[in-house]
């Protein structure tokens, strides 16, 4: 496969944005847009034919959503705690929608898709906490929406309403390093969907390099609401803890933004 540059890519995406509006290539499939344009700039699965490309990831997406998008999975401290399936699950659990159907009727959930700008109605928001260097998880017994009134009073009896003791957190430094690897400078690609006939088009309309990854501003996304903590688990299984983000906010998480 030939190498070409950064500036003979953004040639190629110019290109694309000059031929209007083109089928999905893939029908049905959520990452169409994204399948599509790899197919036009003829790659494979984001192997970006330029020189230093493991530094360099291809992004796209619909300009009309701001859904969120998986940034990268990680665990909470205090790590021996296992603290999803060994703390939250077991004393803020609640019962699973499915218990007694799919599952047993035992069967517990702990599922929370968590906001550093406002508390969740069972009273959990995303903290950061810039003296002791950690993005911590707090709970307010107080915040708790009264249709959960039933769910507290269980919390109460299992430990009490306090602050959680000890608080899940994310050091920095690990934050710093996962969010670093994962969030590579890219082409950032937005293009405008709609319906001709009985199939889904794309125009490929905002092109973009961002570069430069900024810790600062990841963290600001955070007490912004832009990037929340999600939580997933129910009895017997933790499907793991994101770090997911709005993916219209993708650009405020680096320094440099070049338009084209």
């Given at each position: 496969m030939e190498l070409f540059s950064k500036e003979d890519l953004v040639e190629k995406l110019k290109e694309i944005r000059k031929e209007g509006w083109i089928?999905?290539?893939?029908?049905?499939?959520?990452?169409?847009?994204?399948?599509?344009?790899?197919?036009?700039?003829?790659?494979e699965e984001n192997n970006l034919p330029i020189?230093?490309?493991?530094?360099?990831?291809?992004?796209?997406?619909?300009?009309?959503?701001?859904?969120?998008?998986?940034?990268?999975?990680?665990?909470?401290?205090?790590?021996?705690?296992?603290?999803?399936?060994?703390?939250?699950l077991p004393l803020y659990g609640?019962?699973?929608?499915?218990?007694?159907?799919?599952?047993?009727?035992?069967?517990?959930?702990?599922?929370?898709?968590?906001?550093?700008?406002?508390?969740s109605?069972?009273?959990?928001?995303?903290?950061?906490?810039?003296?002791?260097?950690k993005v911590k998880i707090s709970f307010d017994a107080k915040a708790v929406a009264p249709k959960h009134s039933e769910w507290l009073k269980s919390v109460?009896?299992?430990?009490?309403l306090g602050e959680l003791n000890p608080?899940?957190?994310?050091?920095?430094?690990?934050l710093f390093h996962k969010a670093g690897i994962k969030?590579?400078?890219?082409?950032?690609?937005?293009?405008?969907r709609k319906r001709i006939g009985n199939k889904e088009h794309f125009w490929y309309k905002e092109i973009m390099i961002l570069t430069e990854f900024s810790f600062d501003q990841f963290l600001n996304a955070i007490e912004q609401g832009f990037i929340?903590?999600?939580?997933?688990?129910?009895?017997?299984?933790?499907?793991?803890?994101?770090?997911?983000?709005k993916q219209d906010k993708l650009p405020f998480l680096y320094k440099q933004t070049q338009k084209y």
């Open positions: 089928p999905n290539a893939r029908p049905g499939n959520p990452g169409g847009v994204g399948n599509t344009l790899e197919d036009l700039l003829e790659i020189p230093n490309a493991a530094e360099w990831e291809l992004k796209s997406q619909r300009i009309d959503t701001s859904s969120l998008t998986t940034l990268f999975h990680m665990e909470p401290s205090p790590r021996a705690l296992k603290f999803v399936p060994c703390v939250f609640w019962p699973h929608q499915e218990a007694g159907t799919k599952y047993s009727p035992k069967e517990m959930s702990f599922r929370q898709t968590i906001s550093g700008s406002s508390r109605d069972r009273g959990f928001t995303v903290i950061i906490d810039r003296d002791e260097s109460e009896e299992k430990v009490g608080q899940p957190y994310w050091g920095f430094t690990d969030l590579k400078n890219c082409f950032y690609v937005k293009a405008e929340y903590v999600d939580f997933d688990a129910r009895t017997g299984h933790n499907h793991g803890t994101k770090f997911r983000l």
